[in-house]
T-cell receptor, first 114, second 112 residues
Framework: DSGVTQTPKHLITATGQRVTLRCSPR?????VYWYQQSLDQGLQFLIHYYNGEERAKGNILERFSAQQFPDLHSELNLSSLELGDSALYFCASSALSGATDTQYFGPGTRLTVL | QKEVEQDPGPLSVPEGAIVSLNCTYSNSAFQYFMWYRQYSRKGPELLMYTYSSGNKEDGRFTAQVDKSSKYISLFIRDSQPSDSATYLC????????????FGKGTMLLVSP
């Protein structure tokens, strides 16, 4: 158990809908990262927050947004969902924000868009 | 061409074999190299990280980086069925930049 929690574990929804994925980092960790994992694209970095501020953006679509709250939990919002958004979404946390800070991954949320 | 290439496998070996897993990359700016292990239906977990070129050993695992060839390897000695998982390489540019670029992963199957 990495200490990172993600809810829900599974989510099934329809095209055009909006969903919110939630992540609670390990106690004391200030950084939260969101990743998308699909069979064809692999694990892709979406966005990084450090202590409430956005630090880096990766291949995140405009339909997706995220935020980190004062209690350091984070939410990833996915809107106008398309079939191609079906994937595993992982959250990871680390103590600080450097490359040498180990990122601890949560168990993931499996999103299925029908 | 993707920034990081990794053979998806599966790589099937008998218990006790030495396993070699590899990644190639195209961007010479990568300086930090990691190997993550991902069991089925779980999140990735960090196995090892190395900085720049050279070797690093941790128990049965050895990570090698050859920056001149843009090639990294993970060796597993005395492989066990519990090593059966997908192994992902990951890379980052410099110490203050924490964004990781991952390979797609190699599935390893170790049979008893």
């Amino acid at each position: 158990d990495s200490g990172v929690t993600q809810t829900p574990k599974h989510l099934i929804t329809a095209t055009g809908q909006r969903v919110t994925l939630r992540c609670s980092p390990r106690s004391g960790d200030l950084s939260v990262y969101w990743y998308q994992q699909s069979l064809d694209q692999g694990l892709q970095f979406l966005i990084h927050y450090y202590n409430g501020e956005e630090r880096a953006k990766g291949n995140i679509l405009e339909r997706f947004s995220a935020q980190q709250f004062p209690d350091l939990h984070s939410e990833l919002n996915l809107s106008s969902l398309e079939l191609g958004d079906s994937a595993l979404y992982f959250c990871a946390s680390s103590a600080l924000s450097g490359a040498t800070d180990t990122q601890y991954f949560g168990p993931g949320t499996r999103l299925t868009v029908l | 061409q993707k920034e990081v290439e990794q053979d998806p496998g599966p790589l099937s070996v008998p218990e006790g074999a030495i396993v070699s897993l590899n990644c190639t990359y195209s961007n010479s700016a990568f300086q930090y190299f990691m190997w993550y292990r991902q069991y089925s239906r779980k999140g990735p977990e960090l196995l090892m990280y190395t900085y720049s070129s050279g070797n690093k050993e941790d128990g049965r695992f050895t990570a090698q980086v050859d920056k001149s060839s843009k090639y990294i390897s993970l060796f597993i000695r005395d492989s066990q069925p519990s090593d059966s998982a997908t192994y992902l390489c990951a890379m980052s540019y410099y110490s203050g930049y924490s964004t990781l670029t991952f390979g797609k992963g190699t599935m390893l199957l170790v049979s008893p």
